[in-house]
């Protein structure tokens, strides 16, 4: 019989030791699948070669190899499409699959490497931040606190930005400073490249605007009496020059809506406290600039509470 074709049940099936369907049929009594397949189909009846065999048993190990090849068909499952390598593997049916993409907080495209959603939140530091934190443990809103000490108050010194000399700029800017009740800049060994002074602008916008004029700020004299222009009331130091210089200098009631905000020189005591008076907002941002030519060197560093 070997060589022949028998009709046995439903399949057609080449005799020769045998290879049926994408089964290995090995008449001592299995039927091994190759890969993917790992079972075996079993037969019911043992034959051997050389043996005559009742047509009805072979029959009957046929009908068995048919059944078990439906059922092993029947859980297969095949690609859909045309998958790409690298990509992802997800099922496009119950027993087929396609190229597929991560969907929800962690997502891919076309790839394994995987994205990270935004959750809204600006990336920098925060200080007495407020957060607010979701079910998975991630930070989706965050904002400056309003510290713990109140103006003049006992709560401990932030640093809430620095700058350090890495090449001439004409000004530097500190934002993000909302809800600090007090704010102390310190620059240390500044060096300007033309004779000038450091001047100290505020902001109430965040950086928008910085207030620059006489309007803006008043000296407060000892006499009680006020005025000044600008660069008397908001320079930092007092004599004009290129070599480094240093100063203090701290803002109170920063973070009040209301009234006038106080800004003491404490390297400069005689020259009395200067109030900014452009507005009643609260004050969230200040820029160092030179009055001529640029910041050649040095350090400034802002601590805010």
Do not use: H
Not at 183 to 189: E, K, P, R, S, V
Not at 198 to 209: A, E, F, P, Y
Request: hydrophobic fraction near 35%; include cysteine.
């Amino acid at each position: 019989m070997v060589g022949q074709v028998l009709e046995c049940g439903r399949k057609s099936v080449m005799l020769r030791g045998v290879k049926w369907a994408g089964l290995w049929v090995a008449f001592g009594g299995g039927v091994m699948l190759p890969a993917p397949a790992t079972a075996a189909c079993v037969v019911p009846n043992a034959i051997t070669n050389g043996q005559v065999a009742d047509a009805s048993k072979v029959m009957e190990n046929f009908d068995a190899v048919a059944e078990c090849a439906d059922t092993v068909g029947e859980a297969m499952v095949t690609p859909t499409g045309t998958p790409v390598s690298g990509e992802l593997v997800v099922f496009s049916g119950a027993q087929t699959v396609t190229s597929g993409d991560l969907t929800g907080d962690v997502t891919t495209s076309g790839s394994t490497a995987t994205t990270l959603s935004s959750t809204g939140v600006t990336p920098g530091s925060y200080f007495s931040a407020n957060i607010v934190v979701d079910a998975k443990g991630r930070v989706t809103s965050a904002e400056n606190g309003t510290g713990s000490g109140g103006s003049g108050g006992s709560g401990s010194w932030v640093l809430a930005g620095s700058w350090t000399y890495s090449s001439s700029v004409a000004q530097v800017d500190f934002t993000g400073l909302d809800g600090s009740s007090d704010i102390l800049i310190i620059t240390q060994g500044v060096t300007l490249s033309s004779s000038g002074v450091l001047r100290l602008n505020v902001s109430t916008d965040n950086g928008g605007t910085y207030f620059n004029s006489d309007a803006n700020y008043t000296n407060v004299s000892s006499t009680g009496t006020g005025g000044g222009t600008v660069g008397a009331n908001m320079n930092l130091y007092k004599s004009n020059a290129t070599a480094a210089r240093s100063s203090i200098a701290r803002i109170q009631l920063a973070n009040a809506s209301y009234g006038p905000k106080l800004i003491e020189r404490l390297n400069r005591p005689s020259n009395g406290p200067t109030l900014f008076v452009a507005n009643n907002d609260s004050i969230n941002a200040i820029r160092i600039l030179a009055t001529s030519g640029s910041i050649s060197g040095g350090d400034i560093f802002v601590y805010v509470r």
